[in-house]
């Protein structure tokens, strides 16, 4: 079996995620080779910045490094999907942010693209792999909660709460016709699936957008930046989603219910998630992400902290650290990623924790059945692979 060090890999992104990401290969232990920004000036100040061997001038250079085996998409959305199959096709494995591609025509090809291949390919929905989160699914699966009568919760983040917070994600163009529910609904969605290990099959939902109008600076803005200084600005009609409200049936019978919001004041990225069994209920925030509470009928309510015999043993593999030494959000990428390289190093067998390609289309899908449904103001069934 290839040792971590062996593994080389290429980041593509050099904005806020892909320094996180080469953090956290860092910490996996693999060989970082080098990285691709939007040009040549941006991949020699990442390289310089982040320490890294090669700065590539182009995306060929990077596909053509034979030293490069994996590449690690971070770039906005728009460009996840022909990057994504031309890195499959130049033979490498494929690790891409959510949301997958910009739309089900896209990343159903990404399906077929990464079956079709002897490479990994992982969608970066690193919620997952907070260890609270995998102990969840851990007891869902085992019974533990009972049957699943209903799921509630939300991800709320206040860095476009004013009209002049501009990011790219505000531009149907670069990051999809769905913004709220694209960018951070999708996580939520995507780790109530994983817990119930049941996809979502029929969506009701009410979109709403609170900044008609936004004033654009003039000039690069990098994700959650601050103006610091005085800056003109253009005024922009807003066609993507501040926050939403979106009913879910999932397909063990299980109903739910999701609030994400971008304009949410103080809340500065909290996903929260409630798991209602008919033996008892589960909640967690990732704000607090060591603790799990747990609701019951009859009896006192409990509360779990990661680290202890309250966490059962089958998530020890995803800790590093004892109780009372904080894992969070930099820990789950970790996490994720040592996941896909022992699969990369076992030659693609063993459990995948991690998101498929079809789970990122199943992601894109349903934000499909969600635009469809909010415009018909009805319930919408989900497009199956
Ligand atoms: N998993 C998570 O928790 C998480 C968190 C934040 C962002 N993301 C995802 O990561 C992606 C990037 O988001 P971000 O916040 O880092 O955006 P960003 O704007 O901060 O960074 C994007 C980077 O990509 C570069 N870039 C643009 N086009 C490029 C191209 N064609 N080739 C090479 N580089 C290019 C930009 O110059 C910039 O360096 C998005 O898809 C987003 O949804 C995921």
């Not at 971590?4 to 992104?13: F, L, P, T």
């Not at 019974?143 to 790219?168: C, P, R």
């Not at 390609?357 to 009805?378: F, P």
Request: aromatic share 10%; with cysteine; proline share 4%.
């Amino acid at each position: 079996m290839q040792n971590m060090k062996d593994i080389g890999v290429a980041v593509i992104g050099a904005g806020f995620i892909g320094p996180v990401h080469v953090e956290a290969l860092r910490r996996v232990g693999v060989t970082l080779v080098g990285i691709l920004g939007v040009d040549e000036a941006e991949s020699t100040r990442a390289a310089a910045a982040l320490g890294l061997p090669r700065a590539y001038r182009n995306l060929d250079e990077a596909l053509r490094d034979p030293q490069a085996q994996a590449i690690h998409i971070t770039t906005p959305n728009r460009f996840h999907f022909a990057l994504s199959r031309q890195a499959l096709r130049a033979g490498k494995h494929v690790i891409c942010e959510k949301p997958l591609a910009m739309n089900t025509r896209e990343t159903a090809e990404l399906v077929k693209l990464a079956r079709a291949s002897r490479q990994v390919f992982a969608v970066n929905y690193n919620v997952r792999f907070y260890p609270a989160v995998l102990q969840l699914r851990r007891m869902a699966a085992r019974g533990d909660l009972g049957e699943i009568i209903h799921v509630n919760g939300s991800y709320f983040q206040d860095w476009l709460f004013k009209d002049t917070d501009y990011n790219w994600r505000l531009l149907p163009g670069e990051g999809g016709r769905l913004r709220a529910v694209a960018d951070i609904g999708t996580h939520w969605m995507d780790t109530v699936s994983f817990i119930l290990g049941a996809r979502i099959t029929d969506v009701f939902a009410d979109l709403a957008t609170w900044h008609q109008t936004r004033k654009r600076p003039l000039g690069e803005v990098k994700t959650f930046a601050r103006a610091s200084r005085a800056v003109r600005y253009a005024p922009y009609r807003v066609r993507t989603e501040d926050f939403a409200h979106v009913l879910l049936r999932f397909g063990n019978g299980a109903r739910g219910s999701m609030a994400v919001s971008q304009v949410a004041a103080g809340r500065k990225n909290c996903i929260r998630l409630e798991i209602y069994g008919s033996k008892k209920s589960a909640w967690w925030r990732s704000e607090e992400p060591e603790t799990l509470w747990f609701g019951n009928r009859d009896g006192a309510n409990e509360v779990a902290v990661r680290g202890t015999p309250a966490f059962g043993p089958e998530v020890a593999p995803f800790l590093d650290y004892p109780a009372g030494h904080v894992e969070g959000f930099p820990d789950t990428f970790k996490m994720l990623f040592r996941a896909v390289y022992q699969t990369i190093r076992a030659g693609g067998k063993g459990e995948r924790l991690f998101a498929s390609a079809a789970d990122g289309h199943q992601e894109v899908a349903v934000c499909e059945a969600i635009l469809k449904s909010h415009r018909a103001r009805a319930w919408k069934k989900v497009a199956l692979l």
